[in-house]
């Protein structure tokens, strides 16, 4: 699959700064596996808790417990401690609204905020253990809240804004969340999001919503619900100015994080609050070597992972000063990030491949137009950063002069896991290569049977042991947490990646193992895909995979069987590709569907979506022998060269969504 000789090749490596000597990074790692519980509790004295652990860690396959009987406060960390220090004043979060609007909050302010915020939680009786969702749009409200429900114990789950009416209710009813907070809209490519008017559909299928708490962003009239919705500024007319902060159990949940898998339904990542915490901050520091000064963008939506732990947790319990922006990358032009960069003096940027590669596409000179000689350090996240992107940022954001941190990681994983990491002067890069593990992580490749690979050969990637940012489990589902992560290799968290490693033990990600997608760095499961797709009238059957894209990494294609009564038409593609957006939301949006006769499948009536994948990247289909219906393949072939010819252009907008 991979040639590693060629990856092995030196001949792009950056210059020296970047060949420091791996001795600091070894010796820790080792340390770190020799005396797990030892080097993990170093990592958490340098957080504050209202009481120290009793054990490091209680690993009873698959649940481990991290830091049991300690107690601490996220809130505390990410804000109340800064604000008793000279970073009172320092800058927590600057603002960018899409439309020009900027606020900046300090470290007192945001600790202000957080207290205000939980009184005003609490005052609507929410306390610990309650479920509270998040559908915002980018703004500081949002950091601010995630924040104040940790101060009292509740558990949040942020539902990103891209979403439609009928996921948020999935996400909302699952978790039975007694609250969602909203706002009156957001921004997005200047046009204004109707984030309320989708929250009143979504609470119609929510039983379980009490409240809802509105905060005012766009100052558009909405329908309003009286008695169920309130404005955030009324409430915050009467909020205390101090809320005592709940002294959290370390192995309490601090929030749930849907995702995508294999099957249709998304998933509910549970992560704890002291393990996550010291994952979080830990990572961080070694990762992006944070120095006071750092001014860091990360440039993901809070309602993804990278959003929880490198834009809240891992920045704000170090007391860094980040960015935030609210709207798309290319409005108003396409150089409005590099706009942003220059305006803050960004020092630390850290984005997705899928966005450097429209960049890429729209030329350099937007760039040109930009002094972006504040920029130290790159780094990416989300899918594999192929090579020539890799040299791409690395020459014209970079300058040469950052080194770039490709790091891998997972909504499950918590935080970062395989990475560069200056941190600890981790260093001697390799484009398109994640490097090696950080301390603590035991990662490794292998076969179908488990058994650890030899160097350059393609497996699976596991991690062999627990660490602190391991998710605590499904929600309400822990049959689904056994077997999707730890039946396949006993006793062995399973990735779902493929991974090689080299001479030189560096990790090449290559990709999903399973049946999951990354398009755009967004994980979707086809079995999500499908079921959105069949719960459209006229469909009979759907088949949904993929295809390499230039942006995207991967797009979406579908091939589908429709019922009796109709037949193919550009009308029903652009309708089925509507339907799809309103059940999942744009990121779902297809770039083909394939209309055929009947799908591949196996005799025991498995779709074979392998074949399917094969035909719509215009490759080979391999082998076949289980096929049951050959023609099937000679329809899909026809239906991808008639549409190749006749491209319809529908579905091809990149929505950073
Ligand atoms: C999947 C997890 C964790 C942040 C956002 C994604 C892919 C992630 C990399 C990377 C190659 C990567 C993997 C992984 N992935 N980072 N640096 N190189 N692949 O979180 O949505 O849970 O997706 O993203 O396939 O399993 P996620």
Redesign the pocket.
Same mark, same amino acid.
Do not use: F, N, Y
């Given at each position: 699959m991979t040639n590693a000789k060629e990856k092995d090749s030196s001949s792009c490596l950056p210059p020296n700064i970047y060949l420091r000597s791996l001795k600091h990074y070894t010796k820790m790692y080792r340390r770190s596996l020799e005396e797990p519980e030892a080097f993990w509790a170093e990592q958490a004295q340098k957080l504050d808790w209202f009481k120290i652990w009793d054990r490091v860690l209680e690993w009873q396959p698959p649940y481990a417990k991290w830091f049991v009987g300690g107690k601490l406060n996220v809130s505390t960390q990410c804000a109340d401690r800064h604000a008793k220090t000279w970073r009172k004043s320092k800058v927590a979060i600057y603002w960018e609204g899409e439309n020009g609007e900027t606020s900046v909050l300090s470290y007192s302010t945001l600790s202000r905020d957080v207290n205000r915020f939980a009184s005003v939680l609490k005052k609507l009786g929410i306390g610990k253990g309650d479920k509270v969702a998040f559908y915002l749009p980018m703004i500081p409200e949002l950091p601010v809240f995630m924040l104040a429900c940790g101060r009292i114990g509740a558990v949040h789950t942020v539902i990103f804004s891209g979403f439609s009416p009928q996921a948020i209710a999935d996400r909302v009813n699952d978790i039975q969340a007694k609250l969602i907070v909203t706002a009156d809209g957001g921004y997005r490519r200047g046009k204004i999001v109707k984030l309320k008017e989708i929250t009143n559909e979504a609470v119609k299928l929510c039983p379980c919503v009490k409240k809802v708490i509105v905060i005012k962003r766009t100052g558009e009239v909405i329908p309003w619900i009286d008695g169920r919705d309130i404005w955030l500024s009324s409430l915050l007319d009467d909020a205390e100015s101090f809320v005592e902060p709940e002294p959290m159990e370390a192995t309490h949940p601090l929030y749930i994080l849907y995702?995508s898998g294999t099957t249709g339904k998304p998933k509910g990542v549970i992560h704890s609050t002291g393990g996550y915490l010291v994952h979080s901050h830990s990572t961080y520091q070694w990762v992006f070597n944070i120095r006071e000064e750092s001014v860091f963008w990360c440039t993901a939506d809070v309602g993804?992972?990278?959003g929880h732990s490198s834009i809240v947790y891992g920045p704000l319990s170090h007391g860094a000063s980040i960015v935030i922006y609210e709207g798309a990358a290319d409005y108003p032009t396409i150089d409005r990030w590099w706009d942003i960069v220059e305006k803050y003096g960004v020092t630390i940027l850290y984005t997705s491949p899928t966005a450097l590669r429209m960049f890429m596409r729209s030329g350099e000179e937007w760039l040109a137009k930009h002094n972006l000689s504040s920029l130290e350090l790159l780094g990416?996240?989300?899918?594999?950063?192929n090579p020539e992107t890799w040299q791409w940022y690395y020459k014209n954001i970079g300058r040469k002069m950052c080194p770039i941190v @490709?790091?891998?990681?997972?909504?499950e994983t918590g935080g970062i896991m395989i990475s560069p990491a200056p941190g600890i002067e981790q260093l001697p890069l390799k484009p398109g290569s994640?490097t090696l593990p950080l301390p603590g992580i035991d990662a490794a490749v292998v076969d179908v049977n488990g058994k650890e690979l030899p160097p350059c050969q393609t497996g699976y990637l596991v991690i062999k042991r627990p660490w602190p940012g391991m998710l605590l489990g499904i929600y309400g589902n822990p049959k689904r947490y056994q077997e999707a992560y730890w039946s396949r290799f006993p006793g062995v968290y399973y990735?779902? @990646?493929f991974a090689m490693r080299d001479n030189d033990g560096y990790f090449w990600?290559l990709?999903?193992a399973d049946e999951v997608l990354?398009v755009a760095g967004?994980?979707l499961g086809t079995a999500e895909i499908e079921g959105a797709v069949i719960s459209h009238d006229a469909v009979a059957e759907v088949a949904a995979t993929s295809q390499p894209d230039a942006i995207k990494g991967q797009a979406i294609v579908l091939f589908v069987t429709l019922k009796k009564e109709n037949s193919p038409s550009e009308a029903l593609r652009k309708d089925i590709i509507r339907h799809m957006r309103q059940t999942i939301g744009p990121v779902a949006t297809p770039n083909e569907i394939y209309f055929v006769q009947s799908l591949p499948k196996t005799r025991s009536g498995k779709i074979m979506r392998r074949v399917l994948k094969a035909v719509a990247s215009g490759q080979s289909t391999g082998d076949i022998t289980t096929l049951d219906n050959e023609t099937s393949i000679a329809e899909a072939k026809y239906a991808y060269q008639s549409l190749k010819k006749t491209k319809s252009g529908l579905g091809r907008e990149l929505d950073q969504h």
């Open positions: 995702t993804w992972v990278t990416s996240v989300g899918e594999p950063i @490709d790091t891998w990681w997972q909504t994640a990735t779902g @990646d990600l990709g999903r990354k967004h994980r």
